[in-house]
């Protein structure tokens, strides 16, 4: 379930909330019990990054570095000269 954050614009009374999507939004301020608590719009706590991986996920091991591309066009490595 989400966590949404609510501001009261009576009081100034800042709360997080743990609701389904489906639920309605609170209006009634849980501090002064006035009619103008409003869901505030916020950051995602998780970021997205390439190939479906979370970026705040842990990492395994760094990979080794991409070995160059052939410099003779062979297609193959293995056949360039030693340097």
């Given at each position: 379930?989400?966590?949404?954050?609510?501001r009261?614009?009576?009081?100034?009374?800042?709360?997080?909330?743990?609701?389904?999507?489906?639920d309605?939004?609170?209006?009634?301020?849980?501090?002064?019990?006035?009619?103008?608590?409003?869901?505030?719009?916020?950051?995602?706590?998780?970021?997205?990054?390439?190939?479906?991986?979370?970026?705040?996920?842990?990492?395994?091991g760094?990979?080794?570095?991409?070995?160059?591309?052939?410099?003779?066009?062979?297609?193959?490595?293995?056949?360039?000269?030693?340097?």
């Open positions: 379930m989400p966590i949404y954050e609510y009261c614009a009576a009081c100034g009374a800042h709360q997080e909330h743990l609701q389904k999507m489906s309605a939004a609170l209006t009634i301020c849980p501090q002064c019990g006035a009619e103008a608590y409003s869901k505030q719009l916020s950051a995602a706590g998780f970021q997205l990054k390439g190939n479906g991986w979370y970026a705040t996920d842990f990492k395994g760094s990979k080794p570095p991409a070995a160059p591309p052939c410099q003779t066009g062979e297609g193959s490595c293995s056949s360039c000269p030693a340097s």
